[in-house]
């Protein structure tokens, strides 16, 4: 995992990681819970992803380090239905 973000009302939570991010509902007790949400398969988009956030409820930001070939990048990603 290299990052997660929580969905503004609460309901959906994204993780990060390499190859993909998951998706994770909070269950009780502090627990997360399978979404039903299919992952995003976001292997090969970015040289060195680190970061994710919520654009909107179904759009995520992604961000990634600068490598030695040049810039950081930031890319959207739309959840899959």
Same mark, same amino acid.
């Given at each position: 995992?290299?990052?997660?973000?929580?969905?503004?009302?609460?309901?959906?939570?994204?993780?990060?990681?390499?190859?993909?991010? $998951?998706? +994770?509902?909070?269950?009780?007790?502090?627990? !997360?819970?399978? @979404?039903?949400?299919?992952?995003?398969?976001?292997?090969? $988009?970015? +040289?060195?992803?680190?970061?994710?956030?919520? !654009?909107?409820? @179904?759009?995520?930001?992604?961000?990634?380090?600068?490598? $030695?070939?040049?810039?950081?990048?930031?890319?959207?990603?739309?959840?899959?239905?």
């Amino acid at each position: 995992m290299t990052s997660a973000a929580i969905r503004p009302d609460g309901r959906l939570v994204a993780i990060r990681t390499y190859n993909g991010d $998951l998706h +994770v509902r909070p269950g009780g007790r502090g627990r !997360l819970t399978p @979404s039903g949400w299919p992952a995003c398969n976001i292997t090969g $988009l970015e +040289v060195q992803g680190e970061a994710i956030d919520f !654009l909107d409820d @179904s759009t995520f930001v992604l961000t990634s380090e600068a490598d $030695l070939r040049g810039r950081g990048s930031i890319h959207t990603v739309k959840m899959p239905e």
